[in-house]
């Protein structure tokens, strides 16, 4: 398999809200990192933390506007489409897949205004505005 077909195989089973498919796509050893936040390692802490985003989650469509393989990393811009506790949202983001050779995501960044989404998604600012 692929870097891009890995990718896609992931993207799918977002859109199919398949969890246990989305966390067995990670490597043992992966890393996920929302850059605004500290990164999560291994897959059972990546696990906790999916099912932990995704409770309340209704519907959610990863919307891809590109995808391509740069020195070995797989670039997407998309945008994340969901609707959670009876809030709409849809968050622009860029994701930054690394894939071993065994077709597992090794190390996911993500970029996106963390600010829009907690608005979105009805939840206070991470930070005060004085």
Do not use: C
């Not at 897959?43 to 919307?63: C, D, S």
Request: hydrophobic share 50%.
């Amino acid at each position: 398999m692929n870097e891009l077909d890995a990718a896609r195989e992931m993207i799918d089973a977002w859109n199919r809200m398949d969890w246990d498919r989305v966390v067995a796509l990670f490597a043992e050893d992966a890393v996920l990192h929302s850059v605004m936040q500290d990164p999560i390692a291994g897959r059972g802490a990546i696990e906790a933390r999916i099912r932990a985003l995704t409770a309340g989650l209704e519907r959610i469509e990863l919307r891809v506007k590109a995808m391509g393989v740069i020195d070995g990393r797989v670039f997407i811009e998309r945008v994340d489409d969901f609707d959670v506790n009876g809030h709409h949202v849809e968050l622009p983001v860029v994701g930054i897949l690394r894939i071993g050779p065994d077709g597992l995501v090794t190390e996911w960044l993500e970029y996106y205004d963390r600010a829009s989404m907690m608005r979105g998604m009805g939840l206070p600012a991470d930070f005060s505005h004085s």
